[in-house]
T-cell receptor
Framework: GENVEQHPSTLSVQEGDSAVIKCTYS??????FPWYKQELGKGPQLIID?????GEKKDQRIAVTLNKTAKHFSLHITETQPEDSAVYFC?????????FGTGTSLTVIP | SAVISQKPSRDICQRGTSLTIQCQVD?????MFWYRQQPGQSLTLIAT?????????ESGFVIDKFPISRPNLTFSTLTVSNMSPEDSSIYLC????????????FGSGTQLSVL
């Protein structure tokens, strides 16, 4: 089955700097790649996603890139703010099956 | 997106007891999913709940331990039975987005602690 690896597990950045979280997947049949943000005591919130026929997608300060050949995708957060502090999960999807990464705890230092 | 209400939001339970978690969605959805998130870990699918049929359980999860009901297209329950401290986790209800079965949305979760 699909295997999703996520790095780093923890990340600290200064406010205003950029943060990058990377994920790799193993199954070339995966065709949908969402990213979730989970704040303490809350459920995961879908923040951005990308399909396999697209290489990059941007939404304000958040962008996701996908390299199908290398089977990796990344989340980029620019101009980080303290409210970006949370745990971020990547996922790869084949049909109704979702496979999640192990999460990255992002801390933005004011 | 979908608005998913889950309750209770948290509970502290005694070993050997059972807890039923409720999930209500603001629109009709075909498939509802139950996930477990153990402390500091990722999300693990417990089962898929389909209306009108038995839930489909993932490897390592059984119906006797995690019975699921799905009486209609907007509601589901997950029961954690005969609890032990190892069942302490966040339990999450999720659904596929209306009009876009690729997108998965989550409820706010139930934080369960078993003493």
């Amino acid at each position: 089955g699909e295997n999703v690896e996520q790095h780093p597990s923890t990340l600290s950045v200064q406010e205003g700097d950029s943060a990058v979280i990377k994920c790799t997947y193993s199954d070339s049949a995966s065709n949908y790649f969402p990213w979730y943000k989970q704040e303490l005591g809350k459920g995961p919130q879908l923040i951005i996603d990308i399909r396999s026929n697209v290489g990059e997608k941007k939404d304000q300060r958040i962008a996701v890139t996908l390299n199908k050949t290398a089977k990796h995708f990344s989340l980029h957060i620019t101009e980080t703010q303290p409210e970006d502090s949370a745990v971020y999960f990547c996922a790869a999807s084949i049909g109704d099956q979702f496979y999640f990464g192990t999460g990255t705890s992002l801390t933005v230092i004011p | 997106s979908a608005v998913i209400s889950q309750k209770p939001s948290r509970d502290i339970c005694q070993r050997g007891t059972s807890l039923t978690i409720q999930c209500q969605v603001d629109s009709q959805v075909t498939m509802m999913f139950w996930y477990r998130q153990q402390p500091g870990q990722s999300l693990t699918l417990i089962a898929t709940a389909n209306q009108g049929s038995e839930a489909t359980y993932e490897s390592g999860f059984v119906i006797d331990k995690f019975p699921i009901s799905r009486p209609n297209l907007t509601f589901s329950t997950l029961t954690v039975s005969n609890m032990s401290p190892e069942d302490s986790s966040i339990y999450l209800c999720s659904v596929e987005g209306r009009g876009s079965n690729e997108k998965l949305f989550f409820g706010s979760g139930t934080q369960l602690s078993v003493l």
